[in-house]
């Protein structure tokens, strides 16, 4: 067949045209594909310090049974968090440049105390004695320049955390120190893996959080754990009532009070990027910030500050409103 050259033009255009829509479709055909492989809209995944996980876990079973659609689960944070999370839950205050690309919302306090195995000569000493804040600092830090207690010569090892963590962030920070000015035997693993080393050492000493020391079921301290009392008032003695450890209630009605001396606390907060879009990690985090109070003591942690959680609650409404 023969075209003039204006057929021939005409030809050419039409078949461009013709291949440039089979592309597009092609290409949207691939975008689409691609875009229904991405995360599914209900699933959130959560991750941070582990201590935290069965309250987490608590709270994803009851927003589960209220939202049955939402796919919630905790992926295991190891050395490093994993690659793809909607939702961190850490246990110390994060750095300025990390903050300003989240949002957070302060869900409770946890206390840090000091504990040693049952069968220790030291837990036997200072379950009686005490600590005031120089033989606290003795025992747990590196200090030159501290000044001594002489008469501290009972055996003990301290164990702490390799990693960087919100537990001993805290606790050297409350004291003046760094976390690796703590003394002692560093252990690899979480929070509970000091547990585990305390109770195959009869020397064992570490600060841990109620949660741990305690039986949540029983709320006596855990079997082989003695909870070692410390100075509350800031006098330098341990009174009688310092002294009363055998129940978590009670322990954690003595250290809510503000004005206590030597119970470092500190804030655990839920937190999500600011560029995150998911409609469920939202959801879920609004969920939390109106329903969290109520477990906090059954796990062994103190309620926030009201005002602080009010104010956060309606900055994550906000951002929860943004599509």
Do not use: C
Not at 30 to 52: C, D, L, M
Not at 67 to 76: D, G, K, M, V, W
Not at 220 to 231: F, S, Y
């Amino acid at each position: 067949m023969r075209l003039s050259l204006g057929h021939h033009h005409s030809y050419i255009i039409m078949r461009s045209i013709k291949t440039l829509l089979v592309a597009a479709g092609l290409s949207l055909a691939i975008s689409q594909s691609g875009f229904s492989q991405t995360a599914n809209p209900n699933e959130v995944v959560i991750t941070g310090v582990r201590f935290a996980y069965p309250l987490v876990e608590k709270w994803i079973g009851e927003y589960k049974a209220a939202n049955p659609q939402a796919q919630i689960r905790i992926e295991t944070r190891t050395v490093t968090d994993p690659l793809k999370y909607d939702l961190l839950i850490e246990a110390y205050e994060q750095e300025k440049e990390v903050k300003e690309t989240r949002e957070y919302i302060s869900i409770a306090r946890y206390a840090l105390i000091p504990i040693a195995n049952a069968k220790s000569a030291f837990a036997k000493e200072y379950a009686e004695k005490g600590l005031n804040e120089k033989t606290y600092k003795q025992i747990f830090f590196h200090d030159i320049y501290a000044e001594k207690d002489k008469s501290l010569n009972t055996p003990y090892t301290i164990y702490t955390r390799l990693q960087k963590a919100g537990a001993p962030i805290t606790f050297a920070k409350y004291f003046g120190y760094e976390q690796k000015d703590i003394k002692g035997k560093t252990i690899a693993g979480a929070d509970e893996h000091l547990i585990k080393a305390l109770l195959k050492d009869e020397t064992g000493v570490t600060y841990t959080i109620p949660g741990l020391a305690f039986d949540l079921t029983t709320r006596k301290p855990t079997e082989g754990i003695a909870l070692i009392p410390v100075d509350l008032d800031g006098n330098g003695r341990v009174s009688k009532e310092e002294k009363a450890l055998e129940n978590l209630d009670q322990v954690l009605a003595s250290v809510e009070n503000e004005k206590i001396k030597n119970v470092p606390v500190e804030y655990i907060h839920l937190s999500i990027d600011k560029h995150n879009s998911n409609p469920e990690a939202k959801k879920f985090l609004l969920w939390v910030a109106e329903n969290a109070q109520k477990d906090l003591q059954q796990f062994g942690y103190l309620k926030p500050d009201p005002k602080r959680l009010q104010d956060e609650k309606q900055k994550i409404e906000r951002f929860a409103a943004v599509k």
